[in-house]
């Protein structure tokens, strides 16, 4: 029987499947196979590092797949499980300094001496939160073996110095942005920029974009952005601005606006949500420039939908996503993409 092929799976966000596939369109990945929320690509030495800097993909890992590869075959044969872990531990040692296995019955005694072998060869310490996440699963009919390439998921980005509470997911960002035409546009603006996600994402997917702009109305938001902004390596470019929705700011006109916009807790009390959503829907008729695009990221989209239909944007798509909160709840936020009418 021929030995199965090392793949690498990636997952993400449920619903951004249509972007992520655009993304590994866009850099020549071979696509082998889709499960679910998960797309599997062939593994080879230089696409790895293409891998890690994917913007629209939360987690990779390389895998092997096989019916024998269960916990009993792995302990007699822990060379299969080594030649995966050295695919990722080698070039970046310094990375890795601890693991765990996920696996059913990780104290029997095959598992257990799974660990001893990873412990020993690699001299790692076996921990709960461990840079070298190693999974041993059933999901469907075949098992697999697999390992996380990287410590942190890779949707966590080095440019986030500060967590704003209420900041967007960086492949969320991307994606927002993805649905903005940024290859044909010369400006961009970011209405309601919180923590700067997304102007951080525009900025660092499209270099030579020559306008970027966002304003906040919360100066300790503004003063988070600044962090991040400057950590990106982007302060010369990003301008930021104190600014209300409700003041109609006047920074000219663009090819691109995208929001996230304020919903449920993270607007004050007694402001009125159909308000400002139709402030800002009415801010963008007269800020877009006739050919751009309008990307908006809520929760809300219900009310977005309807102000939207007695205005003079069209939703010409929508994506709708599914997210678990901190509090295991389920979001079912959407991405809605809009045009001037003609
Ligand atoms: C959902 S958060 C944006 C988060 C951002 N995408 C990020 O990744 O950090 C919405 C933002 O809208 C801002 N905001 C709320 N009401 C506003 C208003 N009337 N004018 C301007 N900004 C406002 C809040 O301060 C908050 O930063």
């Not at 889709?34 to 696409?47: A, N």
């Not at 525009?202 to 702009?213: E, I, R």
């Amino acid at each position: 029987m021929n030995e199965p092929e090392i793949k690498i799976k990636l997952s993400y966000i449920v619903g951004l499947k249509p972007v992520v596939l655009k993304e590994l369109k866009q850099l020549n990945f071979q696509i082998l196979d889709e499960i679910d929320e998960s797309t599997f690509v062939s593994f080879s030495d230089d696409l790895f590092s293409k891998i890690k800097h994917l913007r629209s993909v939360a987690r990779a890992y390389v895998v092997l797949q096989s019916d024998k590869y269960h916990p009993a075959y792995l302990s007699k044969h822990k060379s299969v499980l080594g030649s995966l872990i050295g695919i990722v531990v080698e070039g970046d040692k310094k990375a890795f300094k601890s693991f765990r296995i996920n696996c059913a019955g990780s104290d029997s005694s095959e598992v257990r001496s799974i660990a001893k072998y990873v412990q020993e060869t690699y001299e790692l310490e076996e921990r709960e939160e461990a840079d070298l996440k190693i999974h041993i699963i059933k999901p469907e009919d075949i098992w697999e073996i697999g390992i996380q390439i990287t410590p942190r998921p890779l949707s966590v980005r080095d440019y986030k110095v500060v967590n704003m509470s209420g900041a967007m997911d960086p492949t969320i960002a991307y994606s927002v942005n993805s649905f903005c035409n940024l290859d044909q546009a010369s400006s961009y603006l970011n209405v309601f920029s919180g923590s700067s996600t997304l102007l951080i994402e525009a900025g660092q997917s499209f270099p030579n974009m020559d306008k970027l702009v966002g304003f906040d109305n919360n100066k300790k938001h503004l003063s988070l952005s600044v962090q991040n902004i400057k950590k990106a390596g982007l302060i010369k470019r990003i301008e930021l601005r104190e600014a209300d929705i409700f003041d109609k700011p006047d920074f000219g006109k663009f090819d691109a606006i995208a929001s996230d916009l304020p919903f449920g807790m993270l607007i004050s009390k007694n402001e009125d949500l159909e308000k400002l959503y139709k402030t800002f829907v009415e801010y963008c008729e007269k800020k877009l420039e006739l050919r751009g695009r309008l990307v908006v990221y809520t929760s809300e989209h219900e009310l977005i939908e309807s102000i939207l239909l007695k205005s003079h944007l069209k939703i010409i798509q929508s994506l709708q996503l599914k997210l678990i909160t901190n509090a295991n709840a389920y979001l079912r936020p959407k991405i809605i993409v809009c045009e001037l009418k003609n």
